[in-house]
């Protein structure tokens, strides 16, 4: 079952823009964690954000985590070509169980 | 090691085959997964292990058949599919198996494209 529901389910931006993802979840979570997807293949974890966490950076993403709206977002900075991708958040409840939101398909343009 | 292998990259199969994909990981993670992903859906659980037993099974049909014969490599037996199952099979792995503290992240193989005909 999909728990997160993200927006916008498609995003197409120029190179050096900065890109917003959110993802909104229905039930209390444990964590929320990011995954980027290339076209067909694999998923990547990106971060992983906990229920009693407000912000964390890594690179050039920067998530947020608000618990009391059931809402999270992902800022790319700078953007790339490379940055391409679907991007998904995973809320899990007790333990690693993983429920993926639908997804931003995120276009960068070179 | 920090990687999840599986095999094959591409599947195709007749609707009374019998096949099998494979996943292999060496990182010493406790728990593996598999996940089934439709075109421009997110992927969705399948099963579970947890140290090498079947922990979870999301009512998947019993045409699938998963098998974990040590704690590094995880199969799926298929047989008698549908064309509905034509999707992309992922294989994950994490250290740590669900329920047993806070949420760690998983590892994922590039799938298996699965088509059926």
């Given at each position: 079952?999909?728990?997160?529901?993200?927006?916008?389910?498609?995003l197409?931006?120029?190179?050096?823009?900065?890109?917003?993802?959110?993802?909104?979840?229905?039930?209390?979570?444990?964590?929320?964690?990011?995954?980027?997807?290339?076209?067909?293949?694999?998923?990547?974890?990106?971060?992983?954000?906990?229920s009693?966490?407000?912000?964390?950076?890594?690179?050039?993403?920067?998530?947020?985590?608000?618990?009391?709206k059931?809402?999270?977002?992902?800022?790319?900075?700078?953007?790339?070509?490379?940055?391409?991708?679907?991007?998904?958040?995973?809320?899990?409840?007790?333990?690693?169980m993983?429920?993926?939101?639908?997804?931003?398909?995120?276009?960068v343009?070179? | 090691?920090?990687?999840?292998?599986?095999?094959?990259?591409?599947?195709?199969?007749?609707?009374?085959?019998?096949?099998?994909l494979k996943?292999?990981?060496?990182?010493?993670?406790?728990?593996?997964?598999?996940?089934?992903?439709?075109a421009?859906?997110?992927?969705?659980?399948?099963?579970?292990?947890?140290?090498?037993?079947?922990?979870?099974?999301?009512s998947v049909?019993?045409?699938?058949?998963?098998?974990?014969?040590?704690?590094?490599?995880?199969?799926?037996?298929?047989?008698a599919?549908?064309?509905?199952?034509?999707?992309?099979?992922?294989?994950?792995?994490?250290?740590?198996?669900?329920?047993?503290?806070?949420?760690?992240?998983?590892?994922?193989?590039?799938?298996?494209?699965?088509?059926?005909?």
């Open positions: 079952s999909q728990q997160g529901e993200e927006d916008p389910q498609a197409s931006i120029q190179e050096g823009e900065n890109a917003t993802m959110n993802c909104s979840y229905k039930t209390s979570i444990n964590n929320l964690q990011w995954y980027r997807q290339n076209s067909g293949r694999g998923l990547v974890h990106l971060i992983l954000i906990r009693n966490e407000r912000e964390k950076h890594s690179g050039r993403l920067r998530v947020t985590l608000d618990t009391s059931k809402s999270s977002s992902l800022l790319i900075t700078a953007s790339r070509a490379a940055d391409t991708a679907s991007y998904f958040c995973a809320t899990g409840p007790a333990g690693n993983l429920t993926f939101g639908g997804g931003t398909r995120l276009m343009k070179p | 090691d920090t990687e999840v292998t599986q095999t094959p990259k591409h599947l195709v199969m007749g609707m009374t085959n019998k096949k099998s996943c292999e990981q060496h990182m010493g993670h406790r728990a593996m997964y598999w996940y089934k992903q439709k421009k859906k997110p992927p969705e659980l399948m099963f579970v292990y947890s140290y090498e037993k079947l922990s979870i099974n999301e049909p019993s045409r699938f058949s998963p098998e974990c014969p040590n704690s590094s490599l995880l199969n799926l037996h298929l047989h599919l549908q064309p509905e199952d034509s999707a992309l099979y992922l294989c994950a792995s994490s250290q740590r198996v669900p329920g047993q503290g806070e949420g760690n992240e998983q590892f994922f193989g590039p799938g298996t494209r699965l088509t059926v005909l």
